[in-house]
Structures are given as C-alpha cells and as structure tokens.
C-alpha cells in the first residue's frame, strides 16, 4: 500500500529525475521552475545594491560548471548527451546526474540575467567596429570548435573523464557567450541585419513550436543516432532470407557430396545429371540470430 501511495504521489508531480518522468522532454518544466526560484536571490540584490547581485550571479555561474566538471569526472560521464548510448540504463544516468539536473543550467540562466542587466543599464552601448569584428570571430570560432570537436567522440572513439569534464565546461562557456553577444549586438543596434531576420513575423508566430523542438531535441537526437547503428533486432523478411540461404547452402552442400561418392564408386567424371537429394538434417533455428 505505501509503494502504491508513493507512485500516485509522483504522477502528479513535474520531476526532474529520469525514472518518474512519463514524459522524456517534461525534465525542462522542473529545471525551468527551479531556476526561477532560485532568480530571486539573484534579483533581489541585483535591485538593492547592484554589484552584490552581480557578484551573487558570477558566483553561482561559476559554480555552476565546476560542479558540472566535478559530477563528470565523479560518475566518468560522456562529453554529452548527443552520443546514442547502447544501453537505456546508461542514458539515464546520465540524465539523472548531469543533463535532468538544475546545476547544469544555472551558467546559462546567469548569463541571461547579466545580458539582460547590461541592456538595461547600457541601453546605448556603442562599440566599435574592430572590436565588434574580433568578439564576433572569437565567440563564432569557441561555437565552432565546441561543435565539431565531438565528432570522432560520436563516433565512438571516446575520451577520458577529466577531457570530457574540460569539453562540457569549455562548451558551456562558449555557447553562453556567443548567445550573449547575439542578445547584445541585437538590443544595442549593433546588427540590425541579424536583429531583422530573428524578429521576423513567422518566428513570432513559431515561437511554440520553436520551443517544443528545443525540449523535444533530446529524443530526437538519441533517435537519429540510434538509427544509424546496427539494429538490435531482426525483422521477418530478414528471417526469412537467412532461413532460405541456410536452406539453399544445404541442398548445394549435399548435392555435391552425393555427385563426389557417386564419382569416386563409379570411377568416372562428375555428372551433372538430374539425381534424388537425400535425406539431411534440417539446420536447427534455435539460439541466437548471429549463430544462423
């Protein structure tokens, strides 16, 4: 009776442990509502006395990766979760320990906080062209190499713990600052090509659906990934074809010893004549698909 109250209680509650979600993408609802809890002892003494608050929200920025850094290093977790894992169990625990929980997001809620304080306060930045050239190739180049330094790992060539606890970090931090200086060079004036196409209509009026594919990219990617694999399983058209080869490699086989006997009794050259297959033991189908 208390295992059957205890699972009622945790239908209905958003969680962000892997094993009570119903729903793989609900993780985003707990997280998202953790941070905003949690914004409140950012905001309030961002208000009152503003390098308190900035201080409070580089520290816990901080914080932030070097727990993430630590639980990777801990656990010996994957650089990230793009990777198809061969085993549910193993994606889980990764989820569980590093992807699902609100530490892992708190660098990026922080980020926004102070992006958003610097508008606020500096609503007419100016910045030059060369500088604006130079943080536009640093934060597109830290983007790039976060991205494309994860291929040979997808491949399966995975790293040791303490790299893929640098990767994660370092990742972070890059993909906190280009979003960053998008948000800045947009508020500010400082690209008003890019701040027309990302204000367009249509994307208003996607932004939902927008926002389900963010949440929803998980499965998908795990899905992808897993398709590119081998299959775990064997379909009946491929049963069927392994049971006709087997069969046909077993008819040839005795064709051709019975003509060899033939041969050899007889004393002349192999013949191809028509002759009665005898009688063989049909291949026993029992045990696993790889010993068919």
């Known amino acids: 009776m208390a295992e059957k109250s205890r699972a009622k209680s945790e239908r209905g509650k958003i969680s962000s442990e892997a094993v009570h979600q119903c729903l793989d993408h609900t993780w985003v609802f707990a997280v998202d509502a953790q941070l905003h809890i ?13 390098k308190v608050g900035l201080l409070v929200n580089f520290v816990l920025a901080v914080a932030s ?31 569980e320990h590093s992807y699902y929980r609100m530490y892992s997001h708190i660098g990026f809620y922080c980020t926004g906080v102070f992006v958003a304080y610097l ?8 910045i030059s062209k060369k500088t604006s050239g130079f943080l536009w190739f640093v ?17 399966g060539v995975m790293p040791s713990s303490l790299v893929a606890a640098v990767y994660v970090t370092l990742s972070k931090v890059a ?33 939902k659906l927008f926002f389900i594919a963010y949440i929803m990219h998980v499965p ?62 049909l291949p026993n189908f029992t045990g696993n698909v790889d010993d068919w």
């Open 65 to 95: 990766l070097v727990s993430v850094a630590l639980t990777n290093v801990y656990y010996d977790l994957p650089p990230n979760e793009a990777l198809a894992f061969l085993h549910v169990k193993d994606r889980y625990f990764y989820a």
């Open 220 to 281: 998908i990617i795990n899905m992808v990934m897993s398709y590119k694999r081998e299959h775990f399983f064997i379909t009946d058209l491929e049963l069927l074809i392994r049971l006709k080869i087997k069969v046909e490699s077993k008819l040839n086989t005795a064709d051709v010893q019975r003509c060899e006997v033939e041969d050899i009794i007889e004393d002349k050259p192999s013949s191809k004549s028509s002759i009665t297959l005898p009688k063989f033991d």
């Open 119 to 126: 508008v606020h306060t500096h609503p007419t930045m100016k």
């Open 139 to 155: 934060t597109l180049l830290g983007f790039w190499a976060s991205t494309c330094s994860v291929h040979t790992w997808r491949n």
């Open 38 to 50: 949690m914004a409140v002892f950012i905001l309030i003494p961002l208000k009152m006395r503003p």
């Open 175 to 207: 993909l906190g600052v280009l979003l960053a200086w998008i948000s800045v060079t947009c508020m500010t004036g400082q690209a008003t090509g890019l701040k027309d196409v990302l204000s367009w209509r249509p994307f208003a009026f996607l932004a």
